[in-house]
């Protein structure tokens, strides 16, 4: 496959998540998560004032979006937005994208964010074709590095203090996954099956 088609925004449902296009409605749900003090502690502050406006006008424009698919992250039991999940930065030449999560303090400790995780990486290399997933993190951000090996992220390198955060240099990690990885695993790579079924 040459070219991923990320026009189409598709809702894909796990166990316990549904992963869905936004709307700009999702704005004040976001406000809330992105408040958070452990998001901003590992996403840092954002560069301009995050406006209500300004919210709905960026989750509102997200299903336009032809270079990338962002999806909202969703308690299937419930409903209740809970995050998002991001494939960006498409290199059409090298079939490769970034991936960012975040996921809110309802969200968290429960599996929700890394079933959404294989989600949208399966759907990467499986529906848009993609080749290469790759992602960054802090490295002092456990929670998120946890789910990423679960998920079979590989680490590459370490980006050595790369940034001042809290008045000490912070390094970051780079890790990524290949199409070929996937398809042996499917996010599963401790079990190498790609259901519960043992």
């Known amino acids: ?18 992963l869905r296009p936004f709307t700009e409605d999702d704005a004040l749900g976001i406000a809330e998560i992105i408040e958070d003090p452990e998001v901003i502690r590992f996403t840092g502050e954002p560069p301009n004032e995050l406006t209500p406006e300004r919210l709905r006008t960026w989750y509102g424009s997200r299903s336009a979006q032809t270079d990338r698919l962002d999806l909202a992250v969703t ?5 209740e937005l809970v995050g998002e999940v991001v494939l960006h930065e498409w290199n059409p030449a090298g079939r490769s994208c970034t991936f960012r999560t975040l996921i809110g303090p309802r969200g968290r400790g429960r599996g929700l964010g890394t079933e959404a995780a294989r989600l949208i990486v399966g759907h990467g290399f499986e529906q848009l074709g993609l080749h290469r997933i790759e992602l960054e993190l802090y490295s002092d951000n456990h929670r998120a590095r946890r789910v990423y090996d679960k998920v079979g992220f590989v680490e590459e390198g370490v980006r050595r203090q790369t940034e001042m955060r809290g008045g000490v240099w ?8 290949l199409a070929h990885e996937w398809a042996t695993h499917r ?8 259901s519960r079924a043992r």
């Not at 496959?1 to 549904?18: E, I, N, R």
């Not at 996010?187 to 790609?194: A, D, E, L, N, Y």
Request: aromatic share 2%; net charge negative; charged share 20%.
């Open 75 to 79: 308690d299937r039991a419930t409903g």
């Open 187 to 194: 996010g599963h790579p401790k079990t190498g099956v790609s």
């Open 170 to 177: 912070a390094d970051e990690t780079i890790m990524s996954i």
């Open 1 to 18: 496959m040459s070219q991923a088609d990320f026009s189409l925004k598709p809702v894909l449902t796990g166990d316990m998540t549904v």
